[in-house]
């Protein structure tokens, strides 16, 4: 199974809500990432945290980080529709540089 | 700066035909990565180069696949004898390769499609 699994595997809410993603990991970490992607192509790297961190903010995004249940969150805030998009978590877990992604949620933001 | 190119940006080929695939990292970023991403899927992950390192190839699904980083900097995935389960967007990228900073940055893929 995968390192990294997110849920809800999709998500579909109004402009103006917060859209909340989880990711569940198996495996102790450095750091744990969340990354974008629109339509498929290239990922953009949202925000990263560091095991030893709790919660960190970016803008309109919030993550946390539970070691102990081996488990982030990814909250928007005031969603817009330019944040349709598929969202990944992505886990180092200290083999050089290499990340492990998840399976992503596929957010939808409606006007 | 310029980000992370790849090209071609969409491929067709035919079944059993050989394609190589090309990756364009930052400037400077010692590290690079090729996934695989099947419609609709999480990313795989093929193979990993970091500077003058024994590349991991623990990701690569078959013999089929292969892929060289010439002079620290361009990669090439080669693809030989092509299967249509190999249809999918390849994906590229790289990272400054520094202890604890592991962002990476991706490029736009390459869309593969085996007829």
């Known amino acids: 199974s995968q390192q990294g699994e997110e849920d809800p595997q999709a998500l579909s809410i109004q402009e103006g809500e917060n859209a909340t993603m989880n990711c569940s990991y198996k495996?102790?970490?450095?750091?744990l990432q969340w990354y974008r992607q629109n339509s498929g192509r290239g990922l953009v790297h949202l925000i990263l945290?560091?095991?030893?961190?709790r919660e960190k903010h970016s803008g309109r995004l919030r993550v946390t980080l539970d070691t102990s249940k081996k488990s982030s969150s990814l909250l928007i805030t005031a969603s817009r529709a330019a944040d349709t998009a598929s969202y990944f978590c992505?886990?180092?877990?200290?083999?050089?540089?290499?990340?492990?992604f998840g399976t992503g949620t596929q957010l939808k933001v409606e006007l | 700066g310029a980000g992370v190119s790849q090209s071609p940006s969409n491929k067709v080929t035919e079944k059993g035909k050989d394609v190589e695939l090309r990756c364009d990292p930052i400037?400077?970023?010692?590290?690079l990565y090729w996934y695989r991403q099947s419609l609709g899927q999480g990313l795989e992950f093929l193979i990993y180069?970091?500077?003058?390192?024994?590349?991991?190839k623990s990701g690569l699904p078959s013999d089929r696949f292969s892929a060289e980083r010439t002079g620290g900097s361009v990669s090439t995935l080669t693809i030989q004898r092509t299967q249509q389960e190999d249809s999918a967007v390849y994906l590229c990228?790289?990272?400054?390769?520094?202890?604890?900073?592991?962002?990476?940055?991706f490029g736009p893929g390459t869309r593969l499609t085996v007829l």
């Open positions: 992505a886990t180092d877990t200290g083999g050089g540089n290499k990340l492990t």
């Open positions: 495996t102790s970490i450095n750091n």
């Open positions: 990228a790289s990272s400054p390769g520094t202890s604890g900073n592991n962002e990476q940055f």
């Open positions: 400037s400077g970023h010692t590290a």
């Open positions: 945290i560091r095991s030893n961190e």
């Open positions: 180069f970091q500077g003058n390192s024994a590349p991991d």
